[in-house]
């Protein structure tokens, strides 16, 4: 079946229940070809800056499209929506040389359902749907590096009509996206067989016919309702061969600490999503020979970061504590040379502490392969990986410690390398 | 001479000899009811051994920390192989317990009529401990995971007391169940409980002050200035 075949199948179900004063305002909107979410938690300071980005992108490079931003509000408490709602740019034409032809519509809403980024997305697509766009961007609402452009670089792909699906390719400080490094991109490309750099990204672009497939599925109700929509949204794509493709941005810089997040929950939440697709694309992934680049399109320049700040110390302690009090329950799944290895690292001193690429792939995959034969309760299985996962970013830490951006990228690149090798034994031991 | 040798040995000799004779055909049939307890019951053990492990119950065990916990307690067999044998015992020991019954002594059959009154209880009892102690490793190891992730140095402490309060709880509604001392163990069980509580309290109100104190100070330098935290971005 073609991704044209099975746009003609697919048609949502089981909408979210949007508010009459919303439908009021769609109704009101009718069509529209663009649409942009912003999915947002007390993010009153940084979200201003967000939206007039976006609304100054919408008018600069989509001026003949008819465009609607829609705010998609978790409850803050912080005034996030009163912030979008004021968010206004005055003055144009200090920005742009011609003005937008079409207008441009703004909607900020409260989304129904789970807590969670996920379900503010739904929410989002469910208003893509409604309007009939053909073009659909998201972007984070904590973003300070968000430039116009941003939205030039993420709609432009689908709406020429050459790709489904635009995942973000940012510059990143060395120590910023570690599990996106560690265990997301390494497992993404080795399984399905493309180089996403940042298929957990947070800003996305994909077409109206894409958004509809997604609100086909059933999962709103799982983790894909809370952090695990990215790698659900970017895996959906890839494995339902929707076309992809990579807009370079620049530098992703965002406010330090996200709100209520937990480490445990986003690890348990992401991971947890990655695992259940594994378990959906079993046999897409098991056809996968070998990784290769996706296009990429976006002018490459170096950017300054700001520094990230770790205590390695207290990673490692976090890392000891994790290999005394749990090896117990690691021991029902781990190999056997991985425990051996992971009691001796419990005592080596920081400056020589390293968990070699080998056996975190081996660790990573074991956990997959244990979550597939549930061999343990999930929640304990997914969150008895946070110590494993502190102590192996505090190994690259130290490891990268005087690293320049390329050498870290050849590094993350060696990693993917040793997954590919060894998805040929969770390949045989799957089924 | 003749009728008290009658009188005085045979006639109890016969009714002796009539009543083997009676009891000799209940001895046989009880005889026959046992053996036959014996082929069921290693029959019942062969069956459930084969469905458990189509039934893949082993690993549901091992999940659940059935297995560790037979470890412990000395069983290294499987729990499978341990469920499939009891329940083949169980099943020789109903069939014992009917053939006892029919032997026709007055005696017997009173404590049997009273063990099987009994029973149900000593079936809930099981029942409850065994939910017990499968809810008290369940809990325990939740309660282990979470504190090594909040980074608690003393989280095997706290996972392993999780876990026997559950058990223990499910001891006490356990012999309460079997009606042994039902108010003693409710009463013992409350002032270990409630002396547990109270040690622990002064345990880390003691030990835990200069603690509570830095990390207070540290709360509020990291109000003032931000310092002493990481600011990494793991997604």
Redesign the interface.
Known sequence: MTVADRRQDDSPTNGVNLRQEVRDQIGEIGEAEILVGIPSFNNARTIGHVVRAVQIGLAKYFPEHKAVLVNSDGGSSDGTMEAVRDAVMEDFGSVLIRHRIEPSFKLALPYHGIPGKGSAFRTIFEIADALGAKACAVVDSDLRSITPEWIELLLKPVISGDFDYVSPLYLRHK??????NSIIYPLFCSLYGKKVRQP?G?EFGFSGDLARFFLTKDVWESDVAR?GI?IWMTTTAVANGYRICQAFLGAKI?D???PGAD??S??YQ?VGAAFDLMEAYAEVWKKTECSEQVPTFGFRYAVGLEP????VE?ML??FS??V???M??WR?FLPDEVSDFLLVAREIPMEEFRIPDGIWADIVLSFALAAH?????R??LL??L??LYIGR?ASFVLETVDSEAEEVEEKIERLCQIFEVKMGGLRDLWD | MEGVFERLLLAPMNVFFEKVMQFLPNLFSALFIFVCGLLVGWLAKTVLRWLFAVLKLDGFADRLGVTRGLAKGGLHDSFSSVLARFIGGFVVFVFFLVSLNNLNVDLIQTMIEKFLNYLPNVFVAIVILSLGYMLGTFLGRTVLIASVNAGMRISGLVGRFVKYLVFLLAVAIAVDQLGIGAEAVLVTYTIVFSGVVLALAIAFGLGGKDTARKYLEGKLKEKKGGEGEDVMRHL
Do not use: C, F, Q
């Open positions: 120590y910023d996206g570690t599990i996106t957990i947070g952090y990215d965002h330090p600490k996200d480490l445990s986003m690890l992401v990230v700040r770790v205590n207290r302690e976090m504590l994790g005394t009090e749990l117990d329950v029902a034969r549930k061999l343990l309760s929640e304990h969150r008895s946070t110590p970013t």
